[in-house]
T-cell receptor, first 113, second 114 residues
Framework: DAKTTQPPSMDCAEGRAANLPCNHSTISGNEYVYWYRQIHSQGPQYIIHGLKNNETNEMASLIITEDRKSSTLILPHATLRDTAVYYC??????????????FGTGTRLQVFP | EAQVTQNPRYLITVTGKKLTVTCSQN?????MSWYRQDPGLGLRQIYYSMNVEVTDKGDVPEGYKVSRKEKRNFPLILESPSPNQTSLYFCASSLLAGFTDTQYFGPGTRLTVL
């Protein structure tokens, strides 16, 4: 019951920007969009998250559309080490003050020389 | 170094032999969780814990137990493992359980049940 849709795979040339799209058309007003990545079979690594506004950190930028139904993760200068599976996640609230991450199958990004 | 550790990293066992996978975090996080990852199914939550002595079922809790006697440790117990529990397991923790608290994942435990 993942709430996001991502392309299964993408390629990107080293040094170019990688733009990874995500569709979350059923997102609710208080649900955040999170991005994680998983390199090979290592533990998932947090990248960035946002609610309404665009966000940027040292790893990436997150662009969220005004209607919040989709977002794009941007890796400005992809390197070979960015080859990984990228997960777009909407955090689903549970009872009380907790929530959970629902991982879909993600986008496998291949960065080539 | 702030981290989540899991042990063992690799385990091959036989059906019915009880085992425990340990998880420990050194960040004083309140929230901890276990996931399993299977090909084509992504990561699925097994159990989570909001704080010491507070645990709850995730999406796939059958065949697993957990305990949270101390804040830093959250072991995953398989009382009678079966082959369908062969999987890659991840422990995660976050400061709190709120919407903006980042979850940090351990390196994973690859379990094979014969």
């Amino acid at each position: 019951d993942a709430k996001t849709t991502q392309p299964p795979s993408m390629d990107c040339a080293e040094g170019r920007a990688a733009n990874l799209p995500c569709n979350h058309s059923t997102i609710s007003g208080n649900e955040y969009v999170y991005w994680y990545r998983q390199i090979h079979s290592q533990g998932p690594q947090y990248i960035i998250h946002g609610l309404k506004n665009n966000e940027t950190n040292e790893m990436a930028s997150l662009i969220i559309t005004e209607d919040r139904k989709s977002s794009t993760l941007i890796l400005p200068h992809a390197t070979l080490r960015d080859t990984a599976v990228y997960y777009c996640i909407v955090r689903v609230p549970l009872r009380g003050n907790t929530d959970k991450l629902i991982f879909g199958t993600g986008t496998r990004l291949q960065v080539f020389p | 170094e702030a981290q989540v550790t899991q042990n063992p990293r690799y385990l091959i066992t036989v059906t019915g032999k009880k085992l425990t996978v340990t998880c420990s975090q050194n960040m004083n996080h309140e929230y901890m969780s276990w996931y399993r990852q299977d090909p084509g199914l992504g990561l699925r939550q097994i159990y989570y814990s909001m704080n010491v002595e507070v645990t709850d079922k995730g999406d796939v809790p059958e065949g697993y137990k957990v305990s949270r006697k101390e804040k830093r440790n959250f072991p995953l117990i398989l009382e009678s493992p079966s082959p369908n529990q062969t999987s890659l397991y991840f422990c995660a923790s976050s400061l709190l359980a709120g919407f903006t608290d980042t979850q940090y994942f351990g390196p994973g435990t690859r379990l094979t049940v014969l």
